[in-house]
């Protein structure tokens, strides 16, 4: 450095010795965000890596392929959530649009890792009714899955059903037995079964199904939806199945009779997310009768809950009350969440 340039007092300098970093403006960032009032809404019905499959409401047969716009973030966007999409809505290929909107979802089936994982999972949004699928044999049934689907369903507003399947190498007459006094519709969906009680069910209506690897519930899905070529495997020789399905994904039902939703089997169903308030919640009987239950209640019964008001029910809500709370007993015992107690087996 020179001496006249060391020696330079500050009042010499001048705006050409300031350097000015280019394209960093002083102006505010704002944090308006566009109203996309021309938003069109839609249904999400399939998620790939970071893209969205969506149909639109006014053309339920274009298919539209979206990204998840900035402004959103990262909000989960999940099969069969209410979306809004603007863009190229053509569903050529190789086009794109955004969601820029996800709607309040009026039902939601979550689920968790485990009994103590704190993060849940959204399996589906704004489904209708839970089906529930579950083979009679091979791999033979087991309350305890069925048993906390039912509670996954009532605590996010979906209404169950006991689909039962492989009805030629057994009878349902004895498994369905447990879930009597729930009021839980039962389906026998076996591979030579009529499935018109079924279809009566789906009619017009937005259904999940889950159900562990290896109960048929993919090959339902194809007898359903003919065109939906669903993968289906064989269940290995230790009676688990293998994962045919890797992705959930609605499939609409031929004539526009409503939608399903394959979602990937499982092997756990933890309910860390569940109380047994919104179990309770589920039943206008039981809902009504736990006004009078001190605070605190779990519903259990004596001992833990010697003044519970379930105990003074009568009849078929008190014989509902005693399938609540055997529920509820059943869901919170601790354990893996996907392998049930062996004698919950019939």
Known sequence: MSRG???????????????IRPGKGTRPRTKTRPAHADAQTAMVVSVDRGRWGCVL???????????????????????????????????????????????????????????????????????????????????????????????????????PVLCLTKSDLAAPAEFSAHFADLDLPVIVAGRDDPLDELWETLDHKLTALIGHSGV???????????????ATGVVSGVGKGRHTSTQSVALALPGGRGWV????????????????DQIIDAFDDLRDATDDCPRGCTHLGPPADPECALDALEGASYRRAMAVRELLASVSATGPADEPPVDAAP
């Open 57 to 159: 409401d006014d053309d339920p047969d274009r298919r539209v392929v979206t990204m998840r716009a900035r402004e959103l973030g990262r909000t989960p966007i999940v099969v069969g959530d209410r979306v809004g999409v603007v863009g190229d809505l053509s569903g050529r290929p190789d086009t794109l649009a955004r969601i820029v909107r996800v709607e309040d979802r009026r039902t939601v089936l979550r689920r968790t890792a485990d009994d103590t994982d704190p993060y849940e999972r959204i399996v589906v949004g704004n489904a209708d009714q839970l089906l529930i699928v579950t083979a009679l044999a091979d791999p033979p049934p087991r309350t305890g899955f069925v048993e906390r689907a039912l509670a996954a369903a009532y605590a996010g507003g979906l209404s």
């Open 261 to 276: 939703v394959d979602t990937p089997g499982i092997r756990s169903f933890g309910l860390a997310h569940v109380t047994p």
């Open 5 to 19: 340039a060391k020696n330079k007092s500050a009042q010499a300098y001048d705006e050409s010795d300031v350097r």
């Open 216 to 230: 048929g519930k993919s090959t339902l899905v194809n007898r359903l939806v003919p065109d939906a070529d669903r």
